[in-house]
C-alpha cells in the first residue's frame, strides 16, 4: 500500500464546475504540500499545509490531521486548470513523499 | 527574485556517459532537494543538502552524487548513465526547518540513448 493515496486518478469535468481532489497518508507528517504539475514538467508549489485550511483565489486546501486526509477544491474550475495534481507529505526525515497525482482535464 | 533555476533544461547523453546538472535556489535559501521523476510517475527523492553537506539521501545508488557550494547552489552528478536514468530531474530550494516550503525548479529533462 502506498503511503501517500489520491484520488481520483483522471477526472475530466466541464468548465465552471466544483473539482475536489482527495489525499490520505498513512505516516507520520509535519507538513503536507498540494503541488501542480503542467505538461512539460514544471512544477508550482500551490499549498504547504499543517492544519486547518488555507485560500489562494479559487483554490482551497483543507487538512484532518487526525483522519490524515486533505482535500483540494477548485472553484469556477477553468481550462487553464488543466494539469497533474499532486499530494506529496513531508516526513520525520525530511524527505517528501509522493502520491501519484491526478490528471485534471477541464474542458470549455 | 529569480526563483529556482536549473540548466541545461534539456540534455542528450549515452549510456556510459556522465552528466552534471545544476540548481541555484531561490534568493534566501540555503538547503536544496534534488528528485528524478520517470515519464507518467511521480518524483522520488534523490538527496538534499544543507550547509554543504548531504542531509538526507533517499534510495539512489552511488553512481548518484551531490555537491553544494558556498553560494548555496547545487550540481546533482550522475556516472555511468542507462538508459533507465532518463526523467525529468527536479531541484527544490527551501529554508532550513520542515516548517519551510519547498520552491521548485522547472527541471532539466535527460534523454539516455
Known amino acids: 500500500k502506498n503511503e501517500v493515496e489520491q484520488s481520483p486518478q483522471n477526472l475530466t469535468a466541464q468548465e465552471g464546475e466544483f473539482i475536489t481532489i482527495n489525499c490520505s497518508y498513512s505516516v507520520g507528517i509535519s507538513a503536507l504540500h498540494w503541488l501542480q504539475q503542467h505538461p512539460g514538467g514544471g512544477i508550482v508549489s500551490l499549498f504547504m499545509?499543517?492544519?486547518?485550511?488555507k485560500k489562494h483565489g479559487r483554490l482551497i486546501a483543507t487538512i484532518n490531521i487526525q483522519e490524515k486526509h486533505s482535500s483540494l477544491h477548485i472553484t469556477a474550475s477553468h481550462p487553464r486548470d488543466s494539469a497533474v495534481y499532486i499530494c506529496?507529505?513531508?516526513?520525520?526525515?525530511?524527505?517528501?513523499?509522493w502520491g501519484a497525482g491526478t490528471k485534471l482535464i477541464i474542458k470549455p | 527574485d529569480a526563483g529556482v533555476t536549473q540548466s541545461p533544461t534539456h540534455l542528450i547523453k549515452t549510456r556510459g556517459q556522465q552528466v552534471t546538472l545544476r540548481c541555484s535556489p531561490k534568493s534566501g535559501h540555503d538547503t536544496v532537494s534534488w528528485y528524478q521523476q520517470a515519464l507518467g510517475q511521480g518524483p522520488q527523492f534523490i538527496f538534499q543538502y544543507y550547509e554543504e553537506e548531504e542531509r538526507q539521501r533517499g534510495n539512489f545508488p552511488d553512481r548518484f552524487s551531490g555537491h553544494q557550494f558556498p553560494n548555496y547552489s547545487s550540481e546533482l552528478n550522475v556516472n555511468a548513465l542507462w538508459l533507465g536514468d532518463s526523467a525529468l530531474y527536479l531541484c527544490a530550494s527551501s529554508l532550513p526547518g520542515l516548517q519551510y516550503e519547498q520552491f521548485f525548479g522547472p527541471g532539466t529533462r535527460l534523454t539516455v540513448l
Open positions: 499545509l499543517s492544519s486547518g485550511k
Open positions: 506529496a507529505v513531508l516526513d520525520s526525515n525530511y524527505q517528501l513523499i
